[in-house]
């Protein structure tokens, strides 16, 4: 089971701003970081520690947190952005924890 | 530039034990920080940790898994085997080697992922 909560299904239309979130209580301590992953692909990592966005990931892909929530926001969502998205973190003991995955549909 | 490949069987027969290979290139396994593990993936499903195995040989495991799994690394070869005993139908998926680069990090990041080895389980 994931110890990191996530919506199972979120769509936006296409240009619009969507935000994905990712709940545990792991996220009080500290950050989430955030996997895009199209089928038959694996997972890409999109953002990672507070707010950082790996070499060739569009700006237009942010996070931040607040309390127990981590979220990724996608601003100007496009037709390539339509995937599974994963949140991941770590607990006190070093472990990695993740979630359930969240399936976007641009519309 | 960092890279996984996973190798092993691509068929095995229920309570059989599964052994895959990650073999890299990149990076170190004996650089401070440094981890290297197994995530599973069945078909249409969510990916699923399995365990990570650390520069100083630290082993973390799926406690749900624990029992079945072992993780070793061979500095030499640069590769790291994870084992999965007793495999059974449901254990069919696609398993990924992937590189962890900081253990001390805020946020338990995953940095690279292998390209992933689909794994059926079937008489």
């Known amino acids: 089971s994931s110890e990191l909560t996530q919506d199972p299904a979120v769509s936006v239309a296409l240009g619009q701003t969507v935000r994905i979130t990712c709940q545990g209580d792991?996220?009080?301590?500290?950050?989430a970081s955030w996997y895009q992953q199209k089928p038959g692909q694996a997972p890409v990592v999109v953002i990672y520690?507070?707010?950082n966005r790996p070499s060739g990931i569009p700006d237009r892909f942010s996070a931040s947190s607040s309390g127990n929530t981590g979220s990724l926001t996608i601003t100007g969502a496009q037709a390539e952005d339509e995937a599974d998205y994963y949140c991941?973190?770590?607990?006190?003991?070093?472990?990695?924890?993740f979630g359930g995955g969240t399936k976007l549909t641009v519309l | 530039q960092i890279t996984l490949k996973e190798s092993g069987p691509i068929l095995v027969k229920p309570t059989q034990t599964l052994t895959l290979t990650c073999t890299f290139s990149?990076?170190?396994?004996?650089?401070?920080?440094?981890?290297v593990g197994w995530f599973r993936q069945p078909p249409g499903q969510a990916l699923e940790w399995l365990t990570l195995?650390?520069?100083?040989?630290?082993?973390r495991y799926s406690p749900s898994l624990r029992s079945r799994l072992t993780i070793s690394k061979d500095i030499s070869k640069n590769q790291v085997v994870l084992t999965v005993a007793n495999m059974d139908p449901v254990d069919t998926g696609t398993f990924y080697c992937?590189?962890?680069?900081?253990?001390?990090?805020?946020?338990?990041?995953?940095?690279?992922w292998g390209q992933g080895i689909l794994v059926t389980v079937s008489s």
């Open positions: 992937v590189y962890r680069s900081n253990y001390y990090d805020n946020s338990g990041t995953i940095d690279s």
């Open positions: 991941n973190s770590r607990d006190s003991s070093g472990n990695v924890v």
């Open positions: 792991s996220l009080r301590s500290y950050y």
């Open positions: 990149g990076f170190s396994l004996t650089t401070r920080g440094v981890g």
């Open positions: 520690g507070k707010n």
């Open positions: 195995i650390y520069w100083d040989n630290d082993r």
